[in-house]
């Protein structure tokens, strides 16, 4: 009869991790090592990895026919994960490992040649998912315990080699619990806005976004100070709740981005593509799909820089990720939704060579040619963002030290939080994280117009060719703004501000 030990890990798809079942049998017949239960090859290459493992720590490797089921087969496996549940598969089912007290553990990690253990990426949605699968305590590298600490509801035990796992399963040298990570002091913000000189329209362009997570596009000649500000938006964002944090960091974590230094996400991703990237970098995917820019930037940035340049494949791949949040790949092997809810902020010149209305009147370009260039936009696309604004040349006494001081990003921030605070007090832990998220019955509830508001809009609609989703933004944006100024409802200089940061008549032409 064959000798068969079930042990339990844990997989990922997508972001999400699953209960995972290596079920190890030694049988008779010629010595043989057979891994099924659609194992990729990172998988299959585990074979030589516990061979050696079990023979540098000191154990026997059983001469004999070895099958390991990684269940449920159905679905695909990938990664170095499973290298240690299959060793102490295989060697509990050969009577050199005990294992009747670890009936509510699982393990993970990848193996070493010489039987140390190395970190794995994706800890954190696994760790999750035991906690979910009622595991009690759960085997990882050192290297991962912070991270999977987080978790919280389950006991992590940090291993360093197979000898100090074996002694532990023995009773010989129990392995104490990591400690739950804490939070040290916050990191620095990094730039500030007191740097940027002059531009007090975009500045409060963006104060806004930031207040209520609104899409922000900057439109201006070179050196104007676009990409300047952007950089600086995560210094005036409101910090991330736990839960917003953790689910940054699952994404992070997938990609193999923490560290044991630096096991949580923190700070508002901001991420910066080059406009050469592809659709499938942007949105995820790949023959094993990963996450894309825009997942990377889950509950942060996302700054695409000269957005004209973009091929029109990646533009039109942020369209549904815009309204849902969510980003779906889907291929032959099956589906994945991956996080992707992010504040889009583009930045871009008015023409190919940049100088379009510029006052130095050095501008090459003809109509047809500025037209052509901004077509590159569509029309469904500038339709998803919020807030538009010019940012023109900035003359000489702006930028000799002449000027007053510019606000610093701290004072900014602090009343970027007061608004949040108020949108919270609004919406509840279960509703909306921002204005910007509201859904029709919030629209309704917390957006009511008054006779002046309701003729101003009326007027708007028809002469910018609103569309719904044009409407809807601008209420929402003027909930923004009714919130920065403490009020209780819109009113009708908060409307005219949001009208006005609707896109320009020159990029719907």
């Known amino acids: 009869m064959p000798m068969v030990c079930c042990v339990a890990s844990l997989g990922l798809h997508g972001v999400a991790g699953y209960p995972v079942a290596a079920e190890c049998a030694l049988s008779g017949g010629l010595p043989a090592f057979d891994v099924v239960g659609l194992p990729d090859a990172a998988v299959k290459e585990a074979r030589e990895r516990v061979r ?8 026997d490797f059983p001469v004999s026919r070895i099958t390991v089921n990684l269940a449920p087969a159905g679905q695909r496996k990938a ?11 295989i060697l509990a089912a050969g009577g050199q490992l005990p294992l009747k007290s670890e009936a509510d ?15 794995v990426p994706g800890v954190l949605p696994m760790a999750l998912a035991a906690r979910r699968s009622g595991v ?38 129990p392995i104490s619990p990591a400690p739950a990570w804490e939070d040290g002091p916050a990191p620095l913000q990094g730039p500030d806005f007191s740097e940027v000189k002059g531009q007090e329209h975009a500045k409060r362009a963006l104060e806004v976004a930031a207040a209520g997570g609104h899409h922000v596009l900057l439109s201006g000649s070179p050196g104007s100070g676009k990409s300047m500000m952007a950089k600086r938006l995560p ?6 709740t736990r839960a917003e944090a953790l689910a940054c960091t699952e994404v992070y974590s997938v990609m193999g981005l923490t560290s044991r230094e630096h096991p949580m996400v923190r700070r508002r991703p901001f991420r910066s ?12 995917g790949g023959p094993a799909p990963r996450p894309g820019e825009i997942s990377l ?56 060579c940049g100088w379009y209305g510029h006052p130095s009147g050095r501008c090459t370009c003809t109509e047809q040619a500025v037209r052509r260039y901004l077509s590159r936009l569509s029309g469904p696309m500038l339709d998803r963002i919020d807030i538009c604004v010019d940012v023109p040349a900035l003359d000489y006494e702006e930028l000799s030290g002449s000027a007053p001081p510019a606000e610093s990003s701290e004072a900014i921030r602090a009343r970027v939080n007061a608004a949040r605070a108020i949108q919270t007090a609004r919406f509840g832990p279960d509703g909306p994280a921002c204005n910007a998220q509201m859904g029709p019955r919030e629209l309704r509830e917390c957006c009511k117009l008054d006779g002046d508001c309701q003729r101003l809009i009326r007027g708007a609609y028809d002469r910018l060719g609103l569309t719904g989703r044009g409407y809807d933004r601008i209420l929402r944006v003027a909930r923004t703004i009714a919130d920065l100024d403490g009020a209780e409802n819109i009113q009708v200089h908060h409307l005219a501000e949001a009208l006005q940061y609707r896109p320009p008549a020159h990029l719907n032409a």
């Open 52 to 59: 050696s493992a079990v023979k540098s720590s000191g154990f």
């Open 79 to 89: 990664g170095t994960v499973y290298d240690l549940p299959i060793l102490v598969g």
């Open 297 to 352: 930037a889950h509950n942060g940035v996302l700054f695409l820089d000269e957005l004209p340049e973009f091929s029109s494949d990646v533009l039109e791949v942020l369209r549904q990720p815009l309204e849902d949040g969510v980003a779906q790949i889907s291929r032959v092997s099956g589906s994945v939704t991956y996080p992707s809810r992010f504040m889009l902020v583009c930045a871009m010149n008015p023409c190919k």
């Open 105 to 119: 553990s699982a393990f993970i990690g990848e193996l070493s040649l010489d039987g140390r253990l190395r970190p």
């Open 235 to 240: 210094s005036i964002l409101p910090d991330m």
């Open 273 to 284: 593509p080059h406009h050469t990237i592809s659709a499938a970098g942007m949105a995820g």
């Open 136 to 173: 009690r305590r759960l085997f990882v590298p050192a290297d991962n315990a912070p991270e999977a600490t987080l978790a919280g509801g389950l006991d992590v035990l940090p291993v360093r080699t197979v000898r100090e796992l074996a002694d532990h399963l023995s009773g010989d040298r």
